[in-house]
């Protein structure tokens, strides 16, 4: 199964020109906390991977927030993870991309900014 990968800048772009996007990080909460993807069009999800990897057995997701009709943009810390929970996603017919080099990636290219 092939997966949507979105990189920094293009992702940087797309929150530039106020495009809705709607971002799961499945890093740990207190990660999350610490640090994420943030902007005024920004719908942001926290879901812990284990509880997308645990969507195999579990029939839907306790958090049936994620929104089905939207592009959902995966993250993690090096994308890693994001890959393996998109791939479990699409899976269940949502449209995932994945944010290349997660958020290590994202660091990086806001530095050069």
Not at 12 to 28: G, I
Not at 62 to 88: F, H, M, Q, R, Y
Not at 91 to 106: F, Q
Request: aromatic residues 8%; hydrophobic residues 35%; proline residues 3%.
């Amino acid at each position: 199964m092939n997966i949507k990968v979105i990189t920094p800048g293009e992702l940087f772009q797309k929150m530039s020109a106020h495009e809705k996007v709607t971002l799961l990080d499945v890093r740990a909460e207190e990660k999350y906390h610490d640090f994420h993807i943030d902007g005024p069009k920004v719908d942001s999800y926290n879901i812990h991977k284990e509880e997308i990897f645990n969507l195999e057995e579990a029939e839907n997701l306790a958090n049936e927030s994620l929104p089905k009709d939207k592009e959902i943009i995966v993250t993690c810390t090096t994308g890693n993870s994001a890959t393996k929970c998109a791939n479990v996603l699409s899976a269940r017919n949502y449209n995932v991309t994945v944010l290349e080099g997660g958020i290590t990636a994202w660091k990086e290219y806001l530095k050069t900014k």
